[in-house]
């Protein structure tokens, strides 16, 4: 396969530097955005170059509208699993790099990633994403051994139903290959668009080096035969607004030549880690990171937006309703970290430091309280709605007939068999608030019917 370069640094400085605060053009771009329809890069451009609080606050209530809009006040739960932190690439910024003595290095054999997995299901986890440094040990056929493993360890009425992988790019075969084994999401994170920050990050001699052969990985995925691909930048290298703007290009890309744009995007904003010592000019204030999410909900309205636990619970309370749709929650880091996690967090054996430590049960309290409806909601991948058949938002009503059911029958689940005493009353009240904002009788008397059965001890009932 060509590799194409789809990011065209110099019309982006060009937007950045052109582009000036202008209120009449920025409501028609909002308005553009709130009739659901994607930005292009100047569009884009015309958002990020907002500087009063007056059109800042426009561009926040247009974001909060357009994801109740589009994702209703679902929030989809995850846990990452990190099976082995082996890599033979240097990015400056990773606690894994090669470089890195001090490194405590692991992976998971069989048996240590079955207790994790047990213990992740004990707590009521249904989606995992498995992230794996970059190392010849982590072939795709690893890759996809590691995959089955999870679908195949089942702990009472616990079961892992969606693994999405975090892992070096591939090529088009191992792409295949792991797909084989029924994986949603592949990601692949561009760390940097901006290709001298790139190459100051990644040394040429390293694998990860070539700017190219990553940036054309969801394309070889897509070959492969995924069409869920996760795509994201590391926010801190280089100037905020220059990343969203590559992000777009991408997505634009990816819409154009699979027919199909990202699935998700990821900002994680960068961490302490073990031996980090950059010097990190372009580091995202906590203002910065709400308008670049805010943004990047406007530009791309149907694609999902991933905020890790990277962030501090307050940032997390701050930003999800500017059109967040899915974090992570009980997060450890530690490879091994789910059944072992004795002396809390231990930068030598992590990636980077996480900002919310609080467990599952308390994530999901924290939702209830806030009127969103934690899920842990499977079914579209599972029913074949994936990719260019993804069909949430074309069809009217989707949210309705199967977002909002399947978030409250998982819901049910987890307050079932693992909720606490007092989660579960915050639950079940969420519950009947959002049956009873169900317009059709018919669909409402449906879902009322499963939510029993889960209550008899029925489990993965979904529409
Ligand atoms: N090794 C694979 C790769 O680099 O593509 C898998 C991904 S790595 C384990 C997961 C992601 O963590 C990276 O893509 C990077 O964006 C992010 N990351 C690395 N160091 C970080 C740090 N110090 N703070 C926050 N995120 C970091
Ligand atoms: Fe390795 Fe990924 Fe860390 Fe780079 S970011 S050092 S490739 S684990």
């Known amino acids: 396969m060509m590799e194409k370069d789809f990011i065209n640094d110099s019309l982006i400085e060009e937007l950045l530097h052109n582009t000036k605060e202008d209120a009449a053009r920025v409501r028609e771009v909002l ?22 609080d007056d059109l800042k606050e426009e561009l926040f209530n247009a974001a909060r509208e357009l994801k109740r809009s589009v994702y209703g006040n679902r929030i989809v739960l995850f846990a990452p699993l990190y099976i082995g932190n082996y890599c033979i690439n240097d990015c400056k910024y990773c606690g894994f790099r090669k470089s890195l003595t001090t490194t405590v290095r692991k992976t998971l054999s069989d048996s240590e990633l079955k207790e994790e997995l047990i213990k992740l299901e004990s707590l009521g986890h249904k989606r995992l994403i498995l992230v794996y440094g970059e190392s010849p040990l982590y072939s795709p056929e690893f890759i996809a051994h590691t995959v089955r493993m999870c679908y195949d ?7 892992i139903r969606r693994v999405n992988i975090n892992a070096a790019p591939l090529d088009v075969e191992g792409y295949r290959t792991v797909k084989s084994a029924g994986i949603g999401t592949f990601q692949v994170f561009q ?88 010097e990190l000019p372009y580091r995202v204030s906590d203002d910065d990171f709400k308008h670049l999410v805010a943004v990047l909900r406007l530009a791309v309205p149907y694609t999902g937006l991933i ?27 530690e490879i091994g970290g789910y059944t072992d996690n004795e002396g809390g967090q231990q930068l030598k054996r992590e990636q980077f430091q996480v900002g919310d430590t609080r467990d599952l049960d308390s994530v999901i309290h924290w939702l209830l309280k806030n009127d969103y409806i934690p899920s842990f909601c499977t079914s579209c991948y599972r029913m074949g709605r994936t990719g260019e058949h993804f069909m949430e938002y074309a069809i009217p009503g989707f949210i309705c007939n199967f977002c909002t059911p399947n978030a409250l029958l998982t819901l049910a689940e987890y307050l079932e068999d693992y909720g606490s005493v007092s989660t579960k009353e915050t639950g079940y009240s969420l519950i009947d608030r959002e049956l009873a904002k169900i317009p059709d009788e018919r669909k409402r008397e449906l879902v009322e019917k499963r939510l029993a059965l889960v209550k008899e001890g029925r489990r993965d009932l979904h529409f």
Not at 153 to 159: L, Y
Request: hydrophobic letters at 40%.
């Open 191 to 278: 760390e940097t668009y901006h290709k001298p920050t790139y190459a100051a990050m990644h040394p040429a001699s390293t694998r990860k080096g070539d700017y190219l052969w990553r940036l054309n990985a969801m394309d070889r995925a897509f070959e492969g035969g995924i069409d869920d691909m996760g795509i994201g930048a590391l926010f801190g290298l280089y100037d905020w607004r220059f990343e969203v703007l590559g992000l777009v290009s991408h997505a634009i890309h990816l819409k154009q030549t699979c027919g199909v744009g990202p699935h998700t995007i990821s900002f994680p904003r960068i961490q302490p880690a073990n031996g980090l010592d950059l």
């Open 153 to 159: 360890t089942k702990f009472g009425n616990g079961e």
């Open 31 to 52: 308005a553009k955005s709130l009739a659901k329809q994607p930005l292009d890069l100047e569009e884009t451009a015309v958002l990020l170059a907002i500087k009063s």
């Open 307 to 333: 905020m890790t636990a990277r962030e501090s619970e307050a940032i997390r309370s701050d930003v999800m309703e500017f059109g967040v749709s899915q974090i992570d929650a009980g997060t450890k880091l």
